[in-house]
Every structure is written in C-alpha cells, then in structure tokens.
C-alpha cells in the first residue's frame, strides 16, 4: 500500500482503466505532453500514444461534440475540461445531445462519456477558475453527476465512472488535487458509484457535503466534539442521481441537518436535498435544513474567496443554529 | 509607390461584396455542373465520370420517389396528420447525388430535412414521419444503415461527424487501400448552419486530426427568412481553404456533378487524404417548414428563376432526348410514387401513440431507483382514473 494524492489516484485509475479496456481514450486540452494543467494526465500518453491521450484545439464544445462522436463508433471517451468555468461553450452538446441521445433513439445509442471538471475554489486563481456548476448538469436529464472527495475515491470513482454505459459528469476538487494524501489499497473492494457514504458517524446533526466541503465539514466535526457535540458526516458523492437512503436513515436519527457545499445557495444542491428531506423525514425533523453555500453572487477577487466560500466556522455556526432551533 | 484607387481600402485588396452578391446567382464560374437545367450534358475538367444508362434512371427514380415522399409528407401535415414537416422540395439532386455517392460502410450525419439520403440509405420513409408526427424522435437504428438520427440543432452534429471520423482513423479504416474497408463520414448541414460554432469547430478539429470527413452544405440560400447575405461575405466553399482543405461548388440541382464531386470527396477522405467542404449550390424551393410563410421575406421572382433549374426536369429531358427511357419507364415511376405515397399515407395515420409511462425508458442504460420512484407514483396516478390508459 502506498500513500498518494487525489491527483495521484486519478492518475492512477485513468492508466488502469485505459489498461482494461482499449477502447478508453482520454481527449483534452494539454493532457497529452503537459499531462494536464493539473498533471492528472501525467504520463499517460507517453504510455498510450496520441491516438488514446489526445490533445485537443482549444474549443471545449468541439471536444465534447467529436467526444460524442467517438463514443458513436464504440469507444468510451473520457474528456477533460481544463477549468470548471470553461465549461459552458460545450453545455450545448453537454446538454442538449450528450444527455439526450440514449433517450432520443430509445436505448439504441449508449453514451459512455466522462466529463471530467476540476472545480470549486481556494486556490488563488482568477476569474471562471473556481466555479461549482454542478447543479446545472444535476438538473439536466439524462446526464449522471458524481463528486469523488479523497485520494482513495478518485482511484476508484474515475475508473466506476468510464465503465458506466451512460454519460458522467465527474466534479474534482481541484484545491485537493495535491494537498492531503491517503493510503491506497489496490485489493479492495469500491462501493457502488452512485452510493452516498457516512464517513464519520454522529448523534446530534447530520451535515452532508461532496468534493471539496466533506474535508471541511470533517474538520467542522472534529472541532464541535471538542465542545461535546456529536456531528455525522455524509459525503454524497452522486449528485445525480442522489443516494437518499442513508441520508434519511441519518436525518431519522439526529433530526437535524446542515448541507454545504461550494456552489450558490439559490436553487442549489442544498435546495433539492432539503426539499427531499422534507418529505421523506418531516416528522423526524426538529429544525429547517440549513444551507451552508457560496453567496448568490459571482466568484470574487481571489484575495477574499475564503470569505466567500463555506468555511468551518460557518458550518459549525449552522450547526448552532440547528441546535438552538 | 502605385497611386491608391479611390473606394479601395489601402493594403487590403479589393471589396469583398463584389466577390459575392446578386451578380453570383447562377452560381458563379466555380460551379462545377455536368447536367446543365436545359438538360444538356456539359464536361468538367477535374469532376468528369460516365454514367451508365441504369444509373441515369436510377437518379431520376430516387429524385422522383424523394420528391413523393417531401410532397405526401407536406399534405399529411395539412391534414393534421403531422405537427411539422421541414421540406426538402428543390433539393433532390444534392441529396441523392450525394447519398447514391456512399458505400456501406461510409456514415451520415444529417441534419432533420435528409429525406432523400435517409431514402437512399435505406431507411423507411416512414420512420421519417413518426419524428413529426411526435410518436418518437427518430426511431430508425442509426447502425443499421451507418445514418444518424436527425439533429435539430443547427450544426451540432458535424462534430458528431468529426468525432465518428477519427474513430474510424482508430479503427484503421482509412487509407487502407481496400475499397471494401476503407471508409469516410459525410456531415450535412446548410448555409445558416455555417455560421454557428460547432461548425466552425468542426472544421478546425477535422483539419487538425486529417479526419475523413466531407461537409456536406447545401446552401438552399435561405436560413427560414435570412438571405445567404446575412451568413457570409464570401462565397461558403472558399472558406475551406482558411481552415486548411479544399471547398468545391457544385450544382446543387444537378444529381451529376454532385454525385461526381461527392464521391470524389469521400474518396479522398477513405484514401485518409482528409475533409474535403463541399457546397451544393441549390434553392429551398419550399418554405423552411410547414410553419413558415415564405411571402413575407422573400420575391416570387426568384422562385420563378429557380424553378427553370429544376433538378429533376432535367433529368428527364436527358433521358428523353437520347432514347434512354420510354413513356413506360416514366409512367412506372409515377406509378411506383403513387404507391408509395399510399403507404406513406396509410402508414402514418396508422403510427401508434407512444405510453405516457413511455417518458420513463431510455433515461438512462438502466433505470435509476428515483426514476422508478417516479414511474411508480405516475403509474398510480393515471390508474385512479376511470378508464385509465397506460
């Protein structure tokens, strides 16, 4: 077992999945020589060649669109969009025929691409480098939205994502890409991708949170049982379609929830999940889901983003809040 | 130091309007063109081919059993019978020239107005019509006859096509050498589509990859009421060679040459030489769907002008005068449309609704445990109503 980065086990499980099945082919701007802006791709056309890492001209819509293509022909395209706010040129294809062709020619046509996006915030980048647009791809039928949070998921997750037959958004948190490391067992067992998973277990409040937020909301925990309260923790890890399941079995038993996440408030992940947790555990609630999120407001200067963005003090003053309702 | 002309921008050449405009109507003398409207056999120097007797009829068959299809599908709107039909009336040579161009094992990306390709690929006319009638969105297997489902935002499927070419290139199907294996893929879309960016995108990632991939512009010269003038300030073929490959003009009403230069386009890029943009100069001699209303943007002298180039009549004055068909052949044909404009008829009044738990399949690969949840709930929805239909 080796200790590695989520970079690292995104690298790793792009060379494994690449391994298993030639028909996997990694398509980007700057993943071939560079191996990315992020080094995500390191190596791996060396190892592969330029027809399975390909980089791409600089048009984000022409690579999702030729990435359809290609997935037409049998293969299983995995794209890389180099910033989360580069995005939207390609949300056109993304939208409008990446999500839709499976529906369209009733099940005829497969569409086993992953659209890989680096994003959310914290590292001092300039304007569109910090963006969380994942409620707009959860929002959109027919596309598959996931987070992956750690070292160890990344692995896994990435390769669960180029096996599935339908099309997958994969959201990585960049600000994590080389901090924390993790030890990787190889051997093991992944659980299902779409599966949520309580990763510290708690009494008083629930706080769920994906990608980068699960690290925060960890560290929320850890410091309110220094004052003796009991917070669990649940990293969602699909966004679309949602793991409710352990979730519900959470709020049931704490009554109680915080969920935070990067992206804006409004209309929000947060939204959709307090929506559902009202209905399914309205009487096992004892106070309003709160939301901890960025403000409504565009992505700031970068020298006050860490205002901007859900820290651990305002998880825990959530927390609070949800206490003293 | 040469004195600058007056009107004449220095360093920059001459005006580009007077490259294209009014004057080009006829298409320029770019256009390549072996069937001339008067139904005179002319020669090309570069796109020159024999044609066989059968092939000759065989044209004329397709543009006349393609036209039925366009004509019956128009009427079975305007009974009711469709919600919309998006005519193809004046473009029946570009599209069977272009279609009877394809091997088996070449693929077609077109837009949603390919009736007559779709017809020469083999798919039935009927699976047309289900699309606008609203009984489905395509329901032909596209890997059936190597042809896409239609795509009805404007150019997006070009890159379809770009990405389906380098797959090919993958796949070792190009420059091969074999005309059984070698293969290419052909992108139709029109001249309105040329301004979008996918188009231009495609272009560019075509070019870069030497993808084997002919685009396919008809330039019908009317995007619903915008002019060709409103698209473009050159004539569409000549912006090929900015993106690094060859653009063609053809006549677009001439079954021939556009037979002849899509074929050597595809050739081209079997042989991995790469895209090749071809124009297929043509006119939407209808309006752009069965919901337009043509009056209100455009002169009905160009449509009389246009009418005289009709792609079909010359065909039939070819044949006519060098003994290659009789009255039998033509009245056969005629029968052989209104048979098939029967079936059509009949067929399309016979499409079934689709199960409004319908809505649920397809989503995805397998159904997600939420959509289920979904179906279950509509499911029982509908089921609390008396005489319920699921």
């Known amino acids: 077992m080796s200790k590695i980065t989520l970079a690292k086990g995104l690298n790793m499980g792009l060379r494994k999945a690449m391994e298993d099945d030639p028909k996997v082919l990694l398509m980007g701007e700057d993943v071939g020589k560079l191996g990315g802006v992020f080094r995500i791709t390191d190596g791996l056309q060396k190892d592969f060649g330029e027809d399975r890492v390909i980089d791409s001209p600089l048009a984000e819509s022409g690579i999702v669109g030729t990435a359809v293509g290609l997935a037409l022909r049998g293969y299983r395209p995995v794209v890389e969009i180099q910033f989360d706010g580069f995005v939207y040129p390609a949300y056109d294809q993304i939208v409008c025929q990446v999500a839709k062709m499976t529906f369209r020619s009733q099940g005829k046509i497969k569409m086993p691409m992953v659209i890989r996006i680096p994003f959310g915030g914290g590292i001092g980048a300039v304007e569109h480098h910090s963006e969380s647009p994942e409620a707009q791809f959860a929002h959109t039928p027919g596309l598959k939205v996931v987070a992956c949070s750690n070292p160890v998921d990344g692995y896994w997750m990435i390769q669960q994502a180029i096996a599935c037959d339908d099309p997958v958004i994969f959201l990585e948190p960049k600000r994590q890409y080389h901090a924390d490391k993790a030890e990787l067992d190889e051997s093991a067992t992944p659980a299902p991708l779409f599966t949520s998973r309580v990763v510290r277990g708690g009494t008083d409040v629930t706080v769920l949170a994906y990608g980068p937020t699960v690290k925060t909301a960890l560290s929320a925990a850890e410091a309110a049982a220094g004052e003796g309260k009991s917070i669990e923790v649940i990293d969602l890890r699909t966004l679309s379609p949602l793991d409710m399941a352990p979730v519900y079995d959470s709020v049931r038993r704490t009554g109680r929830v915080v969920v935070t996440h990067e992206a804006h408030v409004n209309l929000g992940m947060g939204a959709e999940l307090a929506a559902r947790i009202t209905e399914n555990c309205f009487y096992s609630l004892e106070a309003p889901v709160l939301r901890v999120g960025a403000f409504d407001t565009p992505y700031p200067p970068s020298r006050i983003e860490e205002d901007y963005l859900p820290d651990l003090d305002r998880v825990l003053d959530a927390v609070d809040r949800s206490l003293e309702f | ?390």
């Open chain 2, 1 to 390: 130091m040469t004195q600058q002309q007056a009107g004449e921008t220095p360093g920059f050449g001459p005006d580009l309007v007077e490259v294209f405009g009014p004057s080009q109507q006829d298409g320029g003398p770019e256009l390549v063109q072996l069937l001339t409207p008067e139904g005179e056999r002319v020669h090309h120097p570069e796109f020159d081919l024999d044609f066989s007797e059968d092939q000759l009829r065989g044209f004329y068959r397709d543009m006349v059993l393609t036209r039925r299809i366009d004509t019956e599908a128009t009427a079975l709107q305007r009974h009711g019978e469709l919600g919309i039909w998006a005519q193809l009336l004046g473009q029946e040579a570009a599209q069977i020239g272009a279609g009877r161009a394809l091997r088996p094992q070449d693929y077609v990306f077109p837009t949603y107005r390919e009736h007559g390709v779709a017809y020469c690929r083999g798919v039935n006319p009927l699976d047309l019509l289900g699309l606008f009638r609203g009984v489905d969105q395509g329901s032909w297997d596209p890997s059936e006859n190597n042809f896409g489902l239609y795509t009805i935002v404007i150019g997006a499927q070009t890159l379809h096509a770009t990405g389906y070419a380098m797959g090919m290139q993958r796949d070792g199907v190009v420059g091969t050498g074999d005309p059984d294996r070698d293969a290419a893929v052909i992108a139709h879309f029109g001249d309105g589509a040329s301004s979008q960016g996918d188009v231009n995108e495609s272009f560019i990632f075509a070019a870069s990859y030497n993808a084997p991939v002919v685009f396919f512009c008809q330039n019908n010269q009317w995007a619903i009421s915008e002019p060709i003038e409103r698209q473009t300030r050159i004539p569409l073929y000549q912006r090929a060679l900015g993106f690094g490959f060859p653009g063609v003009r053809v006549d677009g009403n001439d079954v021939l040459a556009t037979y002849a230069v899509t074929q050597a386009a595809l050739q081209r890029a079997r042989e991995g030489q790469g895209p090749t943009f071809v124009e297929a100069y043509t006119y939407r001699m209808g309006a752009h769907t069965t919901t337009d209303d043509p009056t209100r943007y455009r002169l009905s002298d160009d449509l009389e002008r246009w009418k005289l180039k009709d792609p079909i009549a010359r065909v039939e004055v070819y044949l006519r005068r060098n003994g290659l068909a009789d009255d039998d052949f033509f009245e056969a044909v005629q029968q052989e449309a209104n048979d098939l404009g029967h079936t059509l008829r009949e067929g399309c009044k016979a499409l079934p609704d689709p199960q409004p738990l319908s809505i649920f399949d397809h989503v995805f690969t397998e159904m997600t445990e939420e959509l289920e949840q979904q179906r279950e709930g509509f499911d029982a929805y509908l089921a609390s109503f008396e005489g319920a239909h699921r």
